[in-house]
């Protein structure tokens, strides 16, 4: 049984795949087009509101420092995909990327991690915007009715209808295709990059030196139910992260990671770009580096503006700027958050809807989502389902608190890409490679062990959840995705591999 459970698909067999007329996806997207969606995806909920969580209850002003930590534990796992992507240039991304690696279950393992990550992902962006979309209109004399309104703290039962009709919406801007979706990206992250330089420009001439002081605090109380120590280390260790000083910035890059989530969705949309070989690792690399620079500098800023103690929660750039006396700021930010998360949600929807598609065509879930619009060239089948249900699962379900579920998906995901960079160099020496990851094994060894850590500071109750989940996973394996599986079938002699263009006897 061992055997089958890690039989690895070859990488010219994926690509191989991809040529099938009815499971062959549309290649319409450049170089810009994958930065812009890296932009669009990571610059939201992060940039907007975690700013102040971190400040006022760990970093200080050294959040910007913070994000500096986080987005090197990024750019270690971007440096794995980006050599992983033009390498085996399918839609899958992680979950593809272990199935040529480390073997079928792995793979399915992070698949099914995967469709958590986004989904939750989307949902939780969705019911975010709805609240953003609220209060602009409550600040214009319109309000919601309760049973409409969004869930998150609502004592009555209802449906969150805005996070909903936005989730349906990006539904079927996906299904009509790539090209429509990157050109709406591209107006929106222009959108909400222009609110963001407006941040760190203006915000620059209200900043004061004596906010900086302390630059690092040496001891900042919590607020109640906000600290952030993990009982993981405590367990493993006998102790637990300091939620104040050198220790609370590496507990607040645990949480100010989440502003990161999104750059390994570029990955997913490699069998969609007319080179991938060239411009995967651009995108990828690119969105990164302009992301991790703009949060620091707007970290920088928000915190000189404002002392880190009086930073809001829910909207400190906003409120930064209400406090000294320019309100007008606040409304335009705002807007910018708002229409910003669309793109955000849009995302991440696509990525989730290619990793299953990608599971559908190797046969580990119904090969009846693997089919391709015959005038699209979308996978609409899959990006139909999982739209309904992440709508009403917007709708209906205040989803704060299990968030935190993204953040461990996406950090597991790093961990096994890393690896796989390792073991696909042994094992095939011989694949051309376009990108390659410089100072390999020590550059994949780092990004485990960075992702590891950032792991372990997160709070056990999101372990448990995941443990769960993945539970829940090996059930449906081991029931149908080990015995349908093309591979499987493949060695049975019940069906012939691709072979160019031709479908499947």
């Known amino acids: 049984m061992s055997s089958t459970l890690f039989r690895t698909k070859k990488v010219e067999q994926s690509i ?112 975010g915007w709805s609240g953003y979309i609220q209060s602009l209109m409550d600040n214009a004399g319109w309000s919601m009715p309760a049973a409409l309104g969004s869930r998150e703290g609502a004592d009555v039962f209802g449906f969150d209808i805005l996070a909903a009709a936005l989730v349906l919406v990006l539904t079927g801007i996906l ?92 990955a997913t949309a490699a069998e969609e770009t007319k080179n991938p070989q060239r411009d995967m690792p651009r995108g990828i690399l690119g969105s990164l580096v302009i992301c991790t620079t703009l949060y620091v500098l707007v970290s920088i800023v928000v915190t000189g503006m404002q002392h880190y103690s009086e930073l809001s929660v829910d909207a400190p750039l906003a409120d930064a700027f209400k406090a000294t006396g320019h309100p007008w700021y606040a409304g335009f930010i705002s807007f910018g958050a708002a229409v910003g998360l669309t793109t955000v949600c849009m995302i991440l929807l696509l990525g989730q809807t290619r990793v299953f598609f990608a599971m559908s065509r190797d046969g580990l879930l119904p090969r009846f989502f693997s089919h391709v619009h015959p005038r699209f060239k979308t996978p609409h089948r899959p990006t139909i389902l999982l739209g309904v249900i992440i709508a009403i699962l917007a709708g209906f379900t205040p989803l704060t608190e299990l968030a935190a579920l993204v953040n461990i998906g996406t950090l597991f995901a790093f961990v096994v890409v890393a690896i796989g960079v390792i073991i696909l160099r042994r094992s095939r020496p011989d694949l051309p490679r376009s990108f390659r990851t410089p100072w390999v094994p020590v550059i994949p060894i780092l990004s485990v062990c960075a992702s590891l850590w950032l792991m372990i500071n997160l709070p056990a109750e999101t372990w448990v959840r995941f443990g769960i989940w993945m539970a829940a996973g090996f059930l449906v394996y081991f029931l149908y995705g080990r015995t349908h599986s093309r591979l499987a079938l493949r060695e049975a002699g019940e069906e012939q591999p691709s072979a160019g263009g031709g479908g499947t006897p």
């Open 16 to 127: 191989l795949d991809t040529e099938e007329p009815e499971h062959a996806l549309k290649k319409s997207l450049s170089a810009l087009d994958l930065t812009v969606f890296g932009v669009g995806v990571i610059i939201g909920t992060g940039i907007f509101v975690l700013t102040g969580t971190v400040a006022k209850n760990n970093a200080g002003p050294a959040t910007a420092l913070a994000f500096v930590a986080a987005g090197v534990a990024c750019a270690l796992a971007a440096l794995c995909y980006a050599e992983f992507a033009s390498t085996v240039p399918v839609a899958g991304s992680a979950y593809t990327f272990s199935y040529a690696s480390l073997g079928e279950l792995p793979a399915w393992i992070i698949g099914w991690d995967l469709v958590l990550e986004f989904a939750l992902g989307t949902a939780v962006v969705a019911v």
């Open 175 to 266: 299904v009509i295709g790539m090209k429509l979706s990157a050109r709406i990206t591209s107006v929106v992250v222009a959108i909400k990059v222009t609110v963001v330089l407006v941040v760190i420009v203006a915000g620059a001439f209200l900043i004061k030196g004596d906010n900086y002081d302390p630059f690092i605090p040496k001891e900042q109380p919590v607020e109640a139910g906000a600290s952030l120590d993990s009982p993981l280390i405590q367990l493993m260790f006998g102790w637990a992260p300091s939620n104040f000083g050198v220790m609370g910035i590496f507990t607040a890059a645990s949480v100010v990671f989440f502003a990161f989530i999104g750059f390994d969705v570029v």
